[in-house]
């Protein structure tokens, strides 16, 4: 028998859909990396109703999908560049399932925070940590990540957050906040912000992949240093 899932975290699950189910679910990038995910199987065989949809919208369950972006970026820590997050104090901002900073953890890093607004996904990422065996401070914003590390953090981890150009100011936030930053992003094409620079193009779906999501299939990674203190 395998891994039951966080009751509570099941629970706000099946608040928004009745039915659905949360499954332990192995990432194909970022091997040795397992989320509690929506059950593909399920959801594929399911015909959504008027009021299942306006819950979606209302309060979305983002965090029980692998997003693209964050497979990639976990898989990047995992397989290509370790030495990024190693022995590092290490902020996954916007954290969602927590995948990013799981990865770093496995990578070898000093000290994970994650931090999300939403309490379900602050949630996913303690459920998901657990999963994988690995210490991970989850709490529900950036100035409590960076006091969770006495303000002292070497890298910051973003993926899919930036949705558009409108959150770009954030860029030269994380700078001042950490010495490195790595950003990975599906949807924004391109961050033409110096000093980001794309380092990667990583093609990856988004798990369970429902089909919707294709247009986000190839992720940039950016990384820039921190500013100057």
Same mark, same amino acid.
């Given at each position: 028998?395998?891994?039951?899932?966080?009751?509570?975290?099941?629970?706000?699950?099946?608040?928004v859909?009745p039915?659905?189910?949360?499954?332990?679910?192995?990432?194909?990038?970022?091997?040795?990396?397992r989320?509690?995910?929506?059950?593909?199987?399920?959801?594929?065989a399911?015909?959504?109703?008027?009021?299942?949809i306006?819950?979606?919208?209302?309060e979305?369950?983002?965090?029980?999908?692998?997003?693209?972006?964050?497979? #990639?970026?976990?898989?990047?820590?995992?397989? $290509? @560049?370790?030495?990024? =997050?190693?022995?590092?104090? *290490?902020? /996954?901002?916007?954290?969602?399932?927590?995948?990013?900073?799981?990865?770093?953890?496995?990578?070898?890093?000093?000290?994970?925070?994650?931090?999300?607004?939403?309490?379900? #996904?602050?949630?996913?990422?303690?459920?998901? $940590? @657990?999963?994988?065996? =690995?210490e991970m401070?989850? *709490?529900? /914003?950036?100035?409590?990540?960076?006091?969770?590390?006495d303000?002292?953090?070497?890298?910051?981890?973003a993926?899919?957050v930036?949705?558009?150009?409108?959150?770009?100011?954030?860029?030269?936030?994380?700078r001042r906040? $950490?010495?490195?930053?790595?950003?990975?992003d599906?949807? *924004?094409?391109?961050?033409?912000?110096?000093?980001?620079?794309r380092?990667?193009t990583?093609?990856?779906?988004?798990?369970?992949?429902?089909?919707?999501?294709?247009?986000?299939?190839?992720?940039?990674?950016?990384?820039?240093?921190? $500013?100057?203190?």
């Amino acid at each position: 028998m395998g891994p039951i899932a966080p009751s509570r975290l099941a629970r706000r699950l099946t608040a928004v859909l009745p039915g659905a189910r949360l499954q332990p679910t192995p990432l194909p990038l970022a091997r040795g990396l397992r989320l509690w995910l929506i059950d593909d199987a399920t959801e594929r065989a399911r015909q959504y109703t008027g009021p299942e949809i306006d819950r979606i919208w209302d309060e979305p369950p983002y965090w029980c999908f692998c997003w693209g972006s964050g497979q #990639a970026l976990a898989a990047h820590l995992l397989s $290509a @560049a370790p030495e990024i =997050v190693r022995g590092k104090r *290490v902020i /996954d901002f916007g954290g969602g399932s927590g995948v990013a900073g799981v990865a770093a953890a496995q990578a070898g890093a000093e000290a994970v925070v994650a931090c999300d607004i939403d309490e379900a #996904a602050v949630e996913s990422c303690e459920a998901n $940590a @657990a999963l994988n065996g =690995v210490e991970m401070a989850c *709490v529900g /914003d950036l100035d409590a990540a960076v006091a969770a590390l006495d303000g002292k953090v070497d890298v910051l981890l973003a993926a899919d957050v930036l949705y558009d150009r409108s959150n770009f100011p954030w860029l030269a936030d994380f700078r001042r906040i $950490a010495s490195d930053v790595v950003i990975a992003d599906s949807r *924004v094409k391109q961050i033409d912000v110096a000093p980001y620079r794309r380092t990667h193009t990583i093609p990856c779906p988004t798990l369970p992949n429902l089909n919707e999501f294709d247009e986000f299939r190839d992720v940039g990674i950016y990384r820039a240093p921190g $500013a100057p203190r």
